[in-house]
């Protein structure tokens, strides 16, 4: 058993999805298929959210792109008698979309709930027009809803994966289950009151390792538009090569470090059964990608396997000859931070202990610094 993961530039429209079906068509054992949401949409899902949150009349405007996005692979793939189901569908969902942002426009309510119910219709739309063209050109596959397989529990206002409640219910249905090629919409989830929940951006990486977790795959294979995880940004840096191998824990490192190849907590099902990854390219597939697995090695006697960065970050000095020889003051700090909900990217503190340097995200940098202030008041005082 394999999974094959497709992001959203793989299935962006009927050209890529071309592409897809030739990958699929080539596989020779059974598979599991988890698809994302077209290209881009779902940043038009949320960015009308944020407009109906902020009572901007315009907050509809993006219904129309987003129904021709999704028209646009359905006319080009499915013959012309085959298609009124698919377009009712999609109708029927996009007035469903409308009517939830109007409420939330008169309402001018935001809930972790709202967030995840309007996120969730990329891909809800892009697996249900992709199980169609799949069924009109000769691949047959089985469509499963991925609410019904991974489960999700509330931590801290935050949706985490129920391990436990979903390992059962994929390894069920997969008992059952002979088709040789299923597919998932990745991204999405449920609660066990069953209201829709999601992973994170980047959550369709998550939902097939989670789905190769459970079924201990042989292999996850993520189909993206560029050939592996590269030494650098190939669009920053223009000498930046593909990488033929890392461990798991260069590829985390490289991750979480803002290479956008790879969702971040994508690695850790993986790393549990040992299953290896393949980053592939849909629109090259015979390059031959980055291969993540357990064994570490070096290319030709290469120590440093690759550069990465992130994009808008901002550090704050806490500084003062009081820090000195006082135990406890990181974790005061920490703490400070930590009850804002706020994220620590980088520390690194000087030998002297005269000062800690800490880089957070951008936009949570006056929050950081406003915590800070207060928690240490009295001693800069």
Not at 167 to 181: D, P
Request: a negative charge; charged letters at 25%; glycine letters at 6%.
């Amino acid at each position: 058993m394999k999974v094959l993961k497709f992001g959203g530039t793989s299935v962006a429209n009927s050209k890529s999805l071309s592409k897809v079906i030739e990958i699929l068509k080539s596989q020779s054992e059974p598979i599991v298929v988890v698809v994302s949401a077209l290209g881009g949409i779902t940043d038009l899902l949320l960015g009308m959210l944020q407009l109906a949150l902020e009572r901007k009349e315009n907050f509809k405007d993006n219904l129309d792109e987003i129904e021709k996005r999704h028209l646009e692979p359905i006319k080009a793939c499915i013959p012309i008698q085959n298609q009124s189901g698919i377009i009712s569908f999609l109708k029927n969902h996009l007035n469903e979309l409308e009517s939830r942002l109007d409420a939330i426009f008169l309402l001018e309510e935001v809930t972790v709930k709202n967030n995840a119910t309007i996120a969730s219709y990329g891909e809800i739309l892009s697996s249900a027009i992709i199980q169609e063209i799949l069924k009109y050109n000769g691949v047959e596959s089985v469509f499963k809803d991925a609410r019904e397989l991974i489960q999700t529990e509330s931590n801290n206002n935050r949706d985490i994966v129920s391990e436990a409640s979903t390992i059962k219910k994929i390894t069920a249905y997969f008992k059952e289950n002979q088709s040789k090629v299923v597919l998932v919409p990745g991204f999405i989830s449920s609660n066990a009151s069953g209201e829709t929940t999601t992973l994170g951006r980047g959550g369709s990486d998550y939902s097939a390792a989670i789905i190769a977790n459970a079924l201990e795959a042989k292999v996850l294979e993520i189909w993206t538009d560029v050939s592996g995880m590269y030494t650098a940004h190939p669009k920053i840096v223009t000498q930046a090569k593909p990488i033929k191998k890392l461990s798991y824990y260069e590829a985390m490192e490289l991750s979480h470090f803002g290479a956008k190849v790879i969702y971040p907590p994508t690695l850790q099902p993986l790393v549990e059964k040992n299953i290896p990854i393949v980053i592939k390219n849909t629109f090259a597939p015979e390059d031959e990608g980055t291969l993540i697995d357990g064994n570490a090695s070096s290319e030709n006697g290469e120590i440093v396997k690759g550069i990465s960065h992130i994009d808008n970050v901002a550090l704050l000095n806490l500084e003062g000859s009081g820090m000195i020889g006082i135990t406890g003051f990181s974790k005061r700090l920490f703490e400070a931070l930590s009850d804002e909900d706020i994220n620590i990217i980088m520390i690194t503190q000087a030998s002297s202990e005269h000062s800690i340097c800490l880089g957070v995200r951008s936009e949570d940098a006056l929050s950081a610094k406003e915590a800070i202030d207060q928690k240490f008041e009295f001693e800069i005082s």
